[in-house]
């Protein structure tokens, strides 16, 4: 089992900045790509933002273009979102996803899916 633990929430003011943390954390696994989603109220949760461990290439939804920034750190299957210039309309609680390959004690892989629980991203005056 992969286990996803977020970090890094809080309030900010708009045009302000927050740094999202990730770290995917368990025995034998290769996490392929990590993710970031969001969920405001009344909402579905979204795509923000995904990088591989390969490449590594990324990918952004178009409301956070130009604004958010992934970033991967392999050694210690960390994700980090930096989040710049933010609007209340990124107001959300904020879920990393990591996706890859688990291996267990008689050397079978499969695939896992994992989110964390989320932090809550405030965009306020």
């Known amino acids: 089992q992969v286990h996803v633990a977020e970090s890094g929430g809080g309030l900010v003011q708009p045009g302000g900045s927050l740094r999202l943390s990730c770290v995917a954390s368990?025995?034998?696994?290769?996490?392929?790509?990590m993710n970031w989603f969001r969920q405001a109220p009344g909402k579905q949760r979204e795509f923000v933002a995904g990088?591989?461990?390969?490449?590594?290439?990324?990918r952004y939804a178009d409301s956070v273009k130009g604004r958010f920034s992934v970033s991967i750190d392999k050694a210690v299957n960390a994700v980090y979102l930096q989040m710049n210039n933010l609007k209340p309309e990124d107001t959300a609680a904020y879920y990393c996803?990591?996706?890859?390959?688990?291996?267990?004690?008689?050397?079978?892989?499969?695939?896992?899916?994992?989110w964390g629980q989320g932090t809550q991203v405030t965009v306020s005056s």
């Open positions: 990088i591989t461990t390969a490449g590594p290439i990324t």
């Open positions: 996803n990591a996706k890859g390959i688990i291996v267990d004690d008689n050397n079978d892989w499969s695939n896992f899916d994992s």
């Open positions: 368990g025995r034998r696994f290769e996490a392929e790509n």
